[in-house]
Each structure stands twice: as structure tokens, then as C-alpha cells.
């Protein structure tokens, strides 16, 4: 189960910034649990891990709450969240249990935290895909083999709550700049993680939603290109801005089908 996913979306072709869009509502944001003392474990566990590591950050994030494709376009349903949360129900030693009965992905996933990560599919110029082995220090799946990525961030365009400005909410004021905010968190990511330059990126594709099957952790995908030789890319890695969080980088050849 540790390495099984569920695909939610499939775009093999790529769509562009142009091509998908953000629907964000509170609508989409998460259910509390019925069982209060599974409710209460949120909190029990949120303190427990802050104990431990006093460097964790409460910080917003956008919950997952479905999508819809009208080709060429996608729109994702976005609510708010939190790490405190995606902590206390994703992450929770008992995170089956926040599962609703239901062949509906999001309705079986309405009590979990849920925030959208990303990753990307980075190719070199000497066609090799870059991976992370991630560091004993990070909170989610420490040691694992995973593509670069993290989150798109809601502060990152200003939002931090679903309140009304100027007589709009503020996601009807930054919708383009929420769409915008898919493709550019994703760069941040790559930059940050691997050191390259963001002058050897290509613009990022979208190319698929998927969903871990332990955690039900959703995550965009996208397809970047760079300009920079493997052993070049070697070279920046190890002065990357979060290296830390991450033990080694491989240049991994694709195999032909």
C-alpha cells in the first residue's frame, strides 16, 4: 500500500497556465468527523509532534476538493486547509477511520485534511528524470524515493481566509493569480529543492492529479524541461536552498516500452 496510487486525472499531452483553472470555495473544505474523540485526536496529535520538533509551522494550504474537465480545460475545486490538520487526520495513525463509506473519492475523503501537493517530472537535457531521496528529518514518508515538489500555497496570492473584499470573496479577486499559482509553486519547488536556476525551466505542463492510496495524499503533477546536463544539475544540488530535506539526488534513464 506504501507505493500504490490512484490516478484521479490523466492530461499525457500536457495543458498549459491558459488550461486550467481554480474554482475555490468553501464548499470544498473539510468536513469535521462525527466521532468526537477522533475529532479531538487532531489536536492530541498536532501537540504531540510540535513537542518533538519545535521548528513545525501551522501554515494554510489548499484542500483537494475534486475537479472537473471540459477539454481542453481543467478546473480544480479548491477549499482551505491547514499542515495542523493534514497532521492530525492524512498523517494520523488512524486516518482509515476519517474515511467516509463511499465509491465517491471526495465524499470518502470529506473528513480528511487532504491539502494538494505537486510534484514534477523533471527531464534533462540529456533525457534522464531527476529523483529525490528524501531526508530521516521530514515529517512525511522520510527515506522515500519521490519527485521534487511540495504544495502550491494559498498566502502566496494573498489568500488566507474564505472572507469577503469589497463586496467579493477573495478568490473571485485572485482567480487568475490562484491559477497562476499551480504553475509557479511548482518552479519554487524545483529551484528550491534542486538548486537549478529558474532560467533553465521550461513554463510547466499539467499532466495529472493522483491520490496515495495509504493517506489518501492527493498531489498535481506537471512536466518541466531544463536545459542543464545531469552532471551539471549534480553540481547545484548541493548548494539547493532546501536541501535538507533530501539526502540525494538521482539522474535516473527512462526505460523504452
Known sequence: MEN??????????GLSPSQVTVNLSESY???PHPDIHLENSISKIWDERVQHSKSLFNGKKFRYGGHNVMEPHVCFHLGLTDYRTFVG???NPLWERFLAPSEDDCKQCQHTSSPLGNGAIVETSDNKILVLQRSNNVGEFPGYL???GGHPEPEEVGITSHKF???LLKSELNNSKLSQEMFDSIVREVVEEIGVPSATLSEPLFI???RRVLNVRPAAFFFIKCNLQSTEIHQLYDSAQDGYESTK????????C
Not at 500504490?4 to 499531452?13: G, N
Request: proline residues 9%; charged residues 15%.
Open 29 to 31: 473544505d473539510r468536513l
Open 165 to 167: 473584499e469589497n463586496g
Open 4 to 13: 500504490e496510487y490512484k490516478l484521479l486525472l490523466s492530461c499525457p499531452s
Open 249 to 256: 539526488l538521482y539522474a535516473i534513464q527512462p526505460v523504452s
Open 208 to 210: 495529472g492529479i493522483s
Open 89 to 91: 487526520t492524512n498523517l
Open 146 to 148: 519521490v519527485f521534487p
